[in-house]
């Protein structure tokens, strides 16, 4: 369809790119700054509320000593109870 509409041919043309940006030279600054933009992305998403998995596992991680701690508590209560109890008994 684009070689009807633009004679364009890839297969005998796309090798002319290659005349104007010289890979030995280019190469590294390109990836740096697809590097560069990949990570200004991740940072970007990450940085919203609706993606930032990692601030979520933080929060979790947060609330569950606060569980934990908890726990201990009710089951001193527990225990305490029966005690109390038992002496009544006898």
Known sequence: MFSQVFNYNPKEQD???WLVV???VWLIPILALVLLTALTVHTYILGSAKYNFLAEAEAVVAEEPAAVAAAPAAAAEEAEAPAAEAPAAE
């Open 22 to 24: 010289n890979p030995r």
């Open 15 to 17: 090798y002319r790119v």
